[in-house]
T-cell receptor, first 112, second 116 residues
Framework: GAGVSQSPRYKVTKRGQDVALRCDPI?????LYWYRQALGQGPEFLTY????????KSGLPNDRFSAERPEGSISTLTIQRTEQRDSAMYRC??????????FGPGTRLTVT | AQKITQTQPGMFVQEKEAVTLDCTYD???????LFWYKQPSSGEMIFLIY??????QNATEGRYSLNFQKARKSTNLVISASQLGDSAMYFC?????????????FGSGTRLLVRP
Protein backbone atom coordinates (compact mmCIF):
# COMPACT_ATOMS: atom_id res chain seq x y z
CA GLY A 1 0.00 0.00 0.00
CA ALA A 2 0.95 3.66 -0.11
CA GLY A 3 3.53 4.88 2.37
CA VAL A 4 3.75 8.17 4.21
CA SER A 5 3.73 11.10 1.84
CA GLN A 6 4.89 14.65 2.45
CA SER A 7 4.55 17.83 0.47
CA PRO A 8 6.20 19.84 -0.75
CA ARG A 9 9.40 17.82 -1.11
CA TYR A 10 11.45 21.02 -1.33
CA LYS A 11 10.61 24.47 -0.07
CA VAL A 12 12.70 27.61 -0.41
CA THR A 13 11.39 30.61 1.43
CA LYS A 14 12.62 34.01 2.46
CA ARG A 15 13.35 34.83 6.06
CA GLY A 16 10.24 36.12 7.79
CA GLN A 17 7.74 34.20 5.65
CA ASP A 18 5.39 31.54 7.03
CA VAL A 19 5.52 27.98 5.69
CA ALA A 20 3.15 25.03 6.00
CA LEU A 21 4.41 21.47 5.60
CA ARG A 22 1.97 18.66 4.98
CA CYS A 23 2.05 15.02 6.00
CA ASP A 24 -0.31 12.27 4.81
CA PRO A 25 0.22 9.17 6.98
CA ILE A 26 -0.30 5.54 6.05
CA UNK A 27 -4.01 4.82 5.94
CA UNK A 28 -5.27 3.62 9.31
CA UNK A 29 -2.24 4.70 11.29
CA UNK A 30 -3.44 6.46 14.42
CA UNK A 31 -0.10 7.87 15.55
CA LEU A 32 1.74 10.62 13.72
CA TYR A 33 5.10 12.16 14.56
CA TRP A 34 7.07 15.14 13.29
CA TYR A 35 10.88 15.21 13.42
CA ARG A 36 13.54 17.62 12.23
CA GLN A 37 16.86 16.43 10.86
CA ALA A 38 19.86 18.70 10.43
CA LEU A 39 22.50 17.71 7.90
CA GLY A 40 24.72 14.91 9.18
CA GLN A 41 22.67 14.33 12.32
CA GLY A 42 19.90 12.05 13.50
CA PRO A 43 16.28 13.21 13.49
CA GLU A 44 15.04 15.13 16.53
CA PHE A 45 11.49 14.81 17.82
CA LEU A 46 9.16 17.78 17.44
CA THR A 47 5.62 16.67 18.22
CA TYR A 48 3.25 13.67 18.37
CA UNK A 49 -0.44 13.10 17.62
CA UNK A 50 -2.67 10.24 18.65
CA UNK A 51 -5.64 10.50 16.30
CA UNK A 52 -6.40 14.24 16.32
CA UNK A 53 -5.06 14.90 19.81
CA UNK A 54 -1.62 16.47 20.13
CA UNK A 55 -0.22 14.36 22.95
CA UNK A 56 3.31 15.69 23.10
CA LYS A 57 4.72 18.94 21.76
CA SER A 58 7.77 19.05 23.98
CA GLY A 59 10.15 19.08 21.02
CA LEU A 60 8.79 22.19 19.31
CA PRO A 61 11.67 24.67 19.61
CA ASN A 62 9.59 27.81 20.18
CA ASP A 63 6.15 29.28 19.67
CA ARG A 64 6.78 29.96 15.98
CA PHE A 65 6.27 26.24 15.43
CA SER A 66 2.82 24.68 15.59
CA ALA A 67 1.13 21.55 14.29
CA GLU A 68 -2.37 20.26 13.82
CA ARG A 69 -4.17 17.12 12.74
CA PRO A 70 -7.81 18.17 12.82
CA GLU A 71 -9.44 14.99 11.46
CA GLY A 72 -6.94 12.48 12.74
CA SER A 73 -5.36 11.89 9.35
CA ILE A 74 -3.43 14.59 7.46
CA SER A 75 -1.22 16.82 9.56
CA THR A 76 0.27 20.23 8.94
CA LEU A 77 3.39 21.65 10.56
CA THR A 78 3.49 25.43 10.38
CA ILE A 79 6.51 27.62 10.95
CA GLN A 80 5.80 31.32 11.30
CA ARG A 81 8.31 34.10 10.62
CA THR A 82 10.93 31.65 9.40
CA GLU A 83 14.58 32.13 10.30
CA GLN A 84 17.71 30.74 8.65
CA ARG A 85 18.24 28.37 11.58
CA ASP A 86 14.94 26.69 10.66
CA SER A 87 16.57 25.27 7.52
CA ALA A 88 16.51 21.47 7.81
CA MET A 89 14.79 18.29 6.62
CA TYR A 90 11.37 17.96 8.25
CA ARG A 91 10.21 14.37 8.50
CA CYS A 92 6.87 12.88 9.32
CA UNK A 93 6.34 9.33 10.56
CA UNK A 94 3.28 7.26 11.33
CA UNK A 95 2.59 4.06 13.21
CA UNK A 96 -0.35 1.79 13.97
CA UNK A 97 -0.63 -0.15 17.20
CA UNK A 98 2.98 -1.29 17.22
CA UNK A 99 6.13 0.64 17.97
CA UNK A 100 7.64 0.77 14.48
CA UNK A 101 7.43 4.20 12.90
CA UNK A 102 7.41 4.53 9.13
CA PHE A 103 8.91 7.69 7.77
CA GLY A 104 7.94 9.83 4.83
CA PRO A 105 10.45 11.20 2.31
CA GLY A 106 10.73 14.51 4.16
CA THR A 107 10.47 18.17 3.17
CA ARG A 108 13.76 19.95 2.66
CA LEU A 109 13.24 23.51 3.92
CA THR A 110 15.71 26.21 2.99
CA VAL A 111 15.31 29.69 4.46
CA THR A 112 17.25 32.36 2.60
CA ALA B 1 17.08 11.65 30.18
CA GLN B 2 17.56 9.10 27.44
CA LYS B 3 20.58 9.25 25.19
CA ILE B 4 21.90 7.20 22.27
CA THR B 5 25.61 7.11 21.47
CA GLN B 6 27.10 5.91 18.17
CA THR B 7 30.87 6.27 18.40
CA GLN B 8 31.74 5.27 14.84
CA PRO B 9 31.19 8.19 12.45
CA GLY B 10 32.30 6.06 9.50
CA MET B 11 33.00 2.40 8.75
CA PHE B 12 34.34 0.48 5.78
CA VAL B 13 33.61 -3.16 5.00
CA GLN B 14 34.54 -5.42 2.11
CA GLU B 15 31.64 -6.75 0.05
CA LYS B 16 30.38 -10.14 1.30
CA GLU B 17 31.95 -9.70 4.74
CA ALA B 18 30.09 -9.05 8.01
CA VAL B 19 30.17 -5.72 9.82
CA THR B 20 29.12 -4.59 13.30
CA LEU B 21 27.83 -1.10 14.00
CA ASP B 22 28.02 -0.05 17.65
CA CYS B 23 25.29 1.60 19.69
CA THR B 24 25.07 2.27 23.41
CA TYR B 25 22.18 3.88 25.23
CA ASP B 26 21.49 5.54 28.53
CA UNK B 27 18.14 5.33 30.24
CA UNK B 28 16.71 4.84 33.70
CA UNK B 29 13.58 3.25 32.26
CA UNK B 30 13.02 -0.47 32.70
CA UNK B 31 10.87 -0.82 29.62
CA UNK B 32 12.05 0.51 26.28
CA UNK B 33 12.46 -0.36 22.64
CA LEU B 34 15.53 -0.16 20.43
CA PHE B 35 15.54 0.40 16.68
CA TRP B 36 17.88 0.63 13.75
CA TYR B 37 17.09 2.70 10.67
CA LYS B 38 18.96 2.91 7.36
CA GLN B 39 19.24 6.16 5.46
CA PRO B 40 20.66 5.75 1.92
CA SER B 41 21.89 8.69 -0.11
CA SER B 42 18.34 9.14 -1.43
CA GLY B 43 17.44 10.42 2.03
CA GLU B 44 14.61 8.07 2.99
CA MET B 45 14.51 6.51 6.47
CA ILE B 46 14.06 2.75 6.29
CA PHE B 47 13.11 0.73 9.39
CA LEU B 48 15.41 -2.30 9.74
CA ILE B 49 14.96 -4.06 13.07
CA TYR B 50 13.45 -3.74 16.56
CA UNK B 51 14.41 -5.13 19.98
CA UNK B 52 12.31 -4.79 23.12
CA UNK B 53 14.09 -4.46 26.43
CA UNK B 54 12.33 -7.55 27.79
CA UNK B 55 13.01 -9.70 24.74
CA UNK B 56 15.29 -12.53 25.74
CA GLN B 57 16.28 -13.48 22.22
CA ASN B 58 18.36 -11.23 19.99
CA ALA B 59 16.26 -9.86 17.14
CA THR B 60 17.01 -10.99 13.59
CA GLU B 61 15.62 -9.84 10.24
CA GLY B 62 17.21 -11.48 7.24
CA ARG B 63 20.84 -10.33 7.05
CA TYR B 64 20.35 -7.99 10.03
CA SER B 65 20.73 -9.10 13.62
CA LEU B 66 21.19 -7.39 16.96
CA ASN B 67 23.77 -8.17 19.61
CA PHE B 68 21.69 -6.93 22.55
CA GLN B 69 23.55 -6.76 25.86
CA LYS B 70 21.16 -5.25 28.37
CA ALA B 71 23.58 -5.09 31.28
CA ARG B 72 26.05 -3.15 29.15
CA LYS B 73 23.27 -1.07 27.59
CA SER B 74 24.40 -1.80 24.09
CA THR B 75 22.58 -2.94 20.98
CA ASN B 76 25.00 -3.45 18.13
CA LEU B 77 23.75 -4.08 14.60
CA VAL B 78 25.37 -6.92 12.70
CA ILE B 79 25.02 -6.97 8.91
CA SER B 80 26.08 -10.27 7.40
CA ALA B 81 27.28 -10.79 3.82
CA SER B 82 27.50 -7.07 3.07
CA GLN B 83 26.23 -5.85 -0.29
CA LEU B 84 27.05 -2.67 -2.19
CA GLY B 85 23.49 -1.49 -1.54
CA ASP B 86 24.18 -1.54 2.19
CA SER B 87 26.26 1.62 1.80
CA ALA B 88 24.26 4.17 3.77
CA MET B 89 23.91 6.05 7.04
CA TYR B 90 22.68 3.90 9.91
CA PHE B 91 20.87 5.32 12.92
CA CYS B 92 20.27 3.66 16.25
CA UNK B 93 17.21 4.88 18.20
CA UNK B 94 15.19 4.13 21.30
CA UNK B 95 11.74 4.79 22.70
CA UNK B 96 10.45 4.57 26.25
CA UNK B 97 7.58 2.09 26.44
CA UNK B 98 5.69 3.96 29.12
CA UNK B 99 3.76 7.17 29.06
CA UNK B 100 1.76 8.53 26.15
CA UNK B 101 4.44 9.46 23.63
CA UNK B 102 6.55 6.92 21.80
CA UNK B 103 8.98 9.48 20.47
CA UNK B 104 12.16 8.14 18.94
CA UNK B 105 15.50 9.35 20.30
CA PHE B 106 18.22 8.97 17.71
CA GLY B 107 21.98 8.72 17.78
CA SER B 108 24.22 10.70 15.46
CA GLY B 109 24.58 7.84 13.00
CA THR B 110 27.32 5.75 11.39
CA ARG B 111 28.14 6.02 7.70
CA LEU B 112 28.89 2.60 6.22
CA LEU B 113 30.72 2.22 2.94
CA VAL B 114 30.84 -1.22 1.33
CA ARG B 115 33.86 -1.72 -0.91
CA PRO B 116 33.64 -4.00 -4.00
Amino acid sequence: GAGVSQSPRYKVTKRGQDVALRCDPISGHVSLYWYRQALGQGPEFLTYFNYEAQQDKSGLPNDRFSAERPEGSISTLTIQRTEQRDSAMYRCASSSQGYEQYFGPGTRLTVT
Amino acid sequence: AQKITQTQPGMFVQEKEAVTLDCTYDTSDQSYGLFWYKQPSSGEMIFLIYQGSYDEQNATEGRYSLNFQKARKSTNLVISASQLGDSAMYFCAMIPLHGSSYKLIFGSGTRLLVRP
